[in-house]
């Protein structure tokens, strides 16, 4: 092996191990990027080798960092990560729980299915997927118990719902993407509202199911009331305001009235409308959802900035020529190839959150798919349709990462608002269905391109 690729190497290995010690990976990354740096530029004065990094590297990482401060398109995450956060105090979500349980009381398994839908509404509003578990979790989990839901469906239900936010537009993740793999953030939001929708069928679906096969594990509720136009027209007048406000979000950006960053900003102020005419607006709640954004996007891009630093150096090193080789002479064909990155990317996500996975694998996996010819239907109009189909389905794939332990984020948003009967067992044991479920609608993604690609080539054409 040559010396940049036993740099590359290790600068992984450093990277896991350090990792582990729970040390802040924004830290950990521009920690190790810098190292490396530093070890190549020594390797190569004084041990003549050619690493190729020198001085020159760090002036790269500062015009890395003054490009990434500077990006207009990051602009939109605290405007959604804001919008989300003020949903979240508006109380919304409790008045539509009130409202559908009534609607689907009748069926059994209904409150898991109501808790689902408000997922999906809470996902197409706010992306937010801490705020979404523990929302659901808060509101849902107490009633589902004492109406003896199976702990199982009933934290399963909660953790799968709330994730949907990470998939369903707009998501935080899907600017990043774009960003990322210098994509229209308007096609990615397109290409992931079939997939997200099909989730969360899969879902009901398996609710549906599983009460009719287990009637025990999904009772019927206790409270029920018979279906009426007064409960129809109740279930309507509450989901009207966040309806509205998607339209206004999701509807702007398809229609080409506004760029994702303006509609962000919609999407801020259409907030804020909707918080005042629930009465829930003060000073108090203006003050604490900055604070918390502010919070959250120093998150991010402290984590951006420490990606940042380790891909330059890692590029430097020929780290992106390593992998893919080391992908390309796998023995398979496109799909097998696919097929791998994709196990790959999941098994990651068992060890790493979806913003490093998005920030430092995605980049280096992208030319490769970019490279191969899948044939993906971009009707004329979609520009790079491979790669925005690759993409969709890296964000399914890491989906799953919010489910899978040991740091499945969302088991344990959920594990610190359970009431104390329900066990650490119980959570790993209820979601294991729903990423399942996650793995059969990223096998749709796959098999059938067209559900990414042919909503954004309808709008654009």
Request: charged share 10%; hydrophobic share 55%.
């Amino acid at each position: 092996m040559e010396i940049n690729e036993i740099l590359v190497m290790m600068m992984f290995g450093s990277f896991i191990l350090l990792l582990l010690t729970g040390f802040p990976i924004a830290y950990v990354l521009g920690g190790v990027g810098v190292l490396f740096g530093g070890v190549g530029y020594i390797a190569d004065t004084y041990f003549d080798a050619v690493t190729g990094l020198d001085f020159l590297t760090l002036g790269l990482v500062v015009n890395r960092l003054y490009k990434l401060i500077d990006n207009w398109i990051l602009v939109a995450l605290p405007m959604f990560i804001f919008m989300g956060l003020m949903l979240d105090r508006s109380a919304i979500a409790e008045k539509m729980m009130h409202a559908m349980q009534e609607l689907f009381g009748a069926l059994r398994g209904g409150l898991a299915i109501t808790v689902t839908m408000i997922g999906v509404i809470l996902a197409a509003s706010t992306g937010i997927i801490g705020a979404s578990v523990v929302l659901l979790g808060v509101l849902s989990l107490p009633t589902m118990l004492r109406q003896n839901y199976s702990k199982e469906l009933a934290v399963g239900t909660v953790c799968g719902a709330g994730t949907l936010g990470i998939l369903i537009p707009p998501s935080i993740m899907l600017v990043i993407m774009a960003d990322q793999l210098v994509l229209s953030v308007g096609d990615l939001f397109m290409g992931a509202v079939f997939p997200g929708l099909i989730l969360a069928g899969l879902y009901f679906s398996y609710i549906i199911i599983l009460g009719i096969v287990r009637p025990q594990a999904a009772p019927l509720s206790e409270d029920r009331r018979d279906l009426s136009f007064d409960v129809v027209l109740n279930v309507l007048k509450t989901i009207l305001p966040p309806v509205l406000l998607i339209v206004s979000v999701l509807g702007s950006i398809f229609a080409g009235i506004a760029t994702p960053t303006e509609a962000s900003g919609v999407g801020a102020f259409g907030s804020v409308l909707l918080v005042a005419f629930n009465k829930k607006l003060s000073w108090e709640v203006i003050k604490s959802t900055i604070n918390e954004t502010l919070r959250t996007t120093g998150f991010i891009f402290g984590i951006f900035l420490g990606a940042t630093c380790f891909a330059l150096v890692l590029r430097e090193l020929g780290g992106d020529e390593v992998i893919e080789h080391m992908i390309t002479s796998l023995p398979f064909g496109p799909y097998g190839i696919l097929a791998a990155i994709l196990i790959m990317v999941f098994l990651l996500g068992f060890f790493l959150d979806w913003i490093e996975i998005t920030l430092i694998i995605l980049p280096l996996l992208a030319p490769i798919i970019s490279k191969m010819d899948f044939a993906i239907e971009g009707y004329g109009v979609v520009s790079n349709p491979e790669l925005v189909w690759f993409a969709i389905l890296v964000a399914v794939t890491l989906q799953t990462s919010f489910l899978t332990p040991p740091v499945g984020f969302a088991l344990f948003y959920l594990k610190g608002v359970c009431p104390p009967e329900v066990k650490l067992a119980h959570l790993y044991r209820g979601v294991i269905p729903f990423i399942i479920l996650q793995l059969m609608g990223l096998l749709f993604v796959v098999f059938f391109p067209n559900l990414v690609t042919w909503l954004p080539s309808i709008a654009y054409d």
